[in-house]
């Protein structure tokens, strides 16, 4: 398995997390503070950015619970990213 196709199972058991509340404060700061190589899993993360921080807080502890608009937009998000051929990033 690539580093990429890596990375993007590794983003999408995170996203499948927030969907069901069962991620840790450390994953969400993870998910603030590092970024991906790959310009297009970037791209991704940085949207999902916007869904969960859309004031560009700069504590993560101002974060309250992910609401239930935010996990339909991260779900489409997780759709469309399980569609996604790693061939393609």
Request: no cysteine; aromatic share 6%.
């Amino acid at each position: 398995m690539d580093i990429k196709d890596k990375a993007r199972k590794y983003l999408m058991t995170f996203l499948l997390k927030i969907l069901k509340d069962d991620y840790s404060q450390n994953e969400l700061e993870n998910l603030f503070i590092l970024k991906y190589q790959d310009a297009d899993l970037e791209d991704i993360r940085q949207e999902i950015m916007k869904i969960i921080n859309p004031t560009g807080k700069s504590s993560i502890k101002d974060i309250q619970t992910i609401r239930s608009d935010q996990k339909s937009r991260i779900k489409e998000i997780l759709v469309d990213l399980e569609s996604i051929s790693v061939s393609k990033l």
